[in-house]
């Protein structure tokens, strides 16, 4: 990777959005109308990630895609669904996404989502119970989109194996042995070289990522204690 930001773009099936993925970086993902556009986004969306990236211990290795010298590679364009076109978001698995992933790679991924874990927990503890209110989201509060966000990525992990009971992560406790059994899933479908259902095991992860980190992002934009702290 170097300093090469490795990028792949969903583009959707009527050409209205463009959802444009950091391969290298689950949860790094961001939409616009076009594909330069997306990109933009995304790099500058890459200061807001650098503290996943910091979480994980792999500052450095982001600040390199950052550098004067740092390059863009698009190594896959591949077609999105109808909600590509919709949301501006992936829902679609590239050949990437379908690429074996060897322990150390898959290592790697993993402790970027649970970065994006960590991150997401941070913000949910320091933002403002009552959030701005704003087209995004319906005029949800804090912790709506916190059950929203754990809710769904519940119902991704059975894909894994994983059930929980709905409020069972809730807990501090809970929520740690449920993030903990989906990684030992996700690790013990990778053994046997099992996708989770008709998921690629990168995608489930990038896709972890990106909704937890995405409603992470929300949280603070919607902070109602910004300003004066």
């Not at 500058?44 to 792999?58: D, E, Q």
């Not at 949301?87 to 060897?102: C, E, K, T, V």
């Not at 209110?133 to 912790?143: F, I």
Request: with cysteine; charged share 30%.
């Amino acid at each position: 990777m170097a300093n090469e930001l490795r990028v792949t773009l969903e583009i959707g099936p009527k050409g209205k959005k463009v959802a444009a993925v950091a391969a290298d970086w689950p949860g790094l993902e961001r939409g616009a109308k076009t594909g330069e556009a997306a990109i933009e986004k995304l790099q500058a969306y890459i200061p807001r990630y650098a503290k996943v990236a910091k979480l994980a211990g792999m500052d450095a290795e982001l600040a390199a895609i950052t550098s004067p010298t740092a390059t863009v590679d698009v190594v896959e364009r591949y077609p999105g669904t109808g909600s590509t076109d919709f949301w501006g978001i992936s829902y679609a698995f590239s050949d990437f996404d379908r690429q074996d992933l060897s322990s150390e790679a898959l290592e790697r991924e993993l402790a970027l989502m649970q970065a994006c874990w960590a991150f997401f927990d941070d913000v949910r503890v320091r933002v403002s119970a009552e959030m701005r209110k704003g087209p995004r989201g319906g005029g949800r509060e804090r912790d709506h989109i916190v059950r929203h966000t754990i809710g769904v990525e519940q119902e991704w992990a059975e894909k894994v194996g994983v059930s929980t009971p709905q409020d069972a992560p809730l807990s501090d406790e809970g929520l740690q042995a449920y993030r903990n059994a989906y990684c030992d899933a996700i690790r013990a479908f990778h053994a046997e070289g099992k996708m989770a259902r008709t998921w690629p095991l990168r995608y489930l992860i990038r896709h972890t990522a990106y909704h937890t980190l995405d409603h992470a992002w929300e949280m603070e934009d919607k902070d109602l204690t910004v300003g004066i702290r």
